[in-house]
């Protein structure tokens, strides 16, 4: 089995799992579904449809290694402050927490 990305920002990850729902993402991140749709429209977020050959719509899921790639890009890059004001507040609190532990050890 392939290693995980080590990941240090447990309010922003999923432990334990390997693919996420579109829904789920859209919590985390504080926007509507359909926002997290255009993510993976545009390659932002990684996506991979799972509906069957055919079928009248799209199932998206997320798997958790793009999930981490994507946040790292958004907490390093350019839009850092954007990102980070876009979150929900509750995931900001936590967010905040663990960097004051990391900054402490």
Known sequence: ??????????????????VLYMQEVAEKLGCSIDQVYDLADDG?????????????RREL???IEGWRKFIIERLTGPMQL????????????????????LLAA
Not at 85 to 94: C, D, K, N, Q, Y
């Open 1 to 18: 089995m392939a290693e995980q990305l080590q990941f240090p920002f447990a309010s922003l990850d999923f432990p334990g799992r390997t």
């Open 44 to 56: 932002s977020l990684p996506a991979v449809n799972i509906a069957s050959k055919g079928a009248a």
């Open 61 to 63: 899921r997320v798997p």
């Open 82 to 101: 954007e990102f980070l004001r876009s979150l929900p507040r509750p995931t900001l609190r936590e967010l905040q927490q663990e960097l004051s532990r």
